[in-house]
């Protein structure tokens, strides 16, 4: 069963972009790989053209599964959703009531997560855990090092 992902325009058409680049570009430069490597001769013992044809194998491998996810891949209009919780496309600011140390995230994708500009998967165990939480719930997630508990301080989108 395929995975319904949400995503915002900007990430949905970078997937996109990537897809196009992998089937316009990367595909015809494996398939002529492979042509080079055919015409050096004995395919038993020709290392280049199986390196080649593996490289075509995990090309189409990489193609297919971002074919699926781009197929269930869903926009979603922020200016629909519920401003009340912490949901997808959710700007959480939260503070963490071990060492009182405040951060903002944005909750995205995991194709779109990037913790560099602050935006972490909904399918990490902070973001799983912030879902569906209100300004003012504390939220106790398991993460590797143990448990944090952190508080809602603001929700906006």
């Given at each position: 069963m395929s995975k319904v992902s949400y995503y915002t325009a900007e990430g949905l058409k970078k997937l996109k972009d990537e897809l196009d680049h992998l089937r316009d570009v990367e595909r015809p430069k494996a398939s002529q790989a492979i042509a080079e490597a055919r015409d050096k001769g004995d395919l038993s013992e020709n290392a280049e053209y199986d390196a080649a044809k593996e490289a075509q194998g995990l090309l189409e491998m990489k193609i297919s599964k971002l074919e699926e996810v781009v197929a269930n891949a869903r926009v979603i209009d922020e200016s629909q959703l519920d401003t009340t919780k912490a949901l997808i496309?959710?700007?959480?600011?939260?503070?963490?009531?071990?060492?009182?140390?405040?951060?903002?995230?944005?909750?995205?994708?995991?194709?779109?997560?990037?913790?560099?500009?602050?935006?972490?998967?909904?399918?990490?165990?902070?973001?799983?855990?912030?879902?569906?939480?209100?300004?003012?719930?504390?939220?106790?997630?398991?993460?590797?090092?143990?448990?944090i508990t952190f508080e809602i301080l603001e929700i906006s989108r």
């Open positions: 496309h959710s700007t959480v600011k939260i503070k963490n009531l071990a060492n009182k140390m405040e951060v903002t995230y944005k909750l995205v994708a995991q194709s779109e997560a990037d913790l560099k500009s602050g935006k972490i998967s909904v399918d990490s165990p902070i973001g799983k855990g912030l879902l569906g939480k209100q300004v003012g719930e504390k939220a106790e997630i398991e993460v590797p090092n143990g448990k």
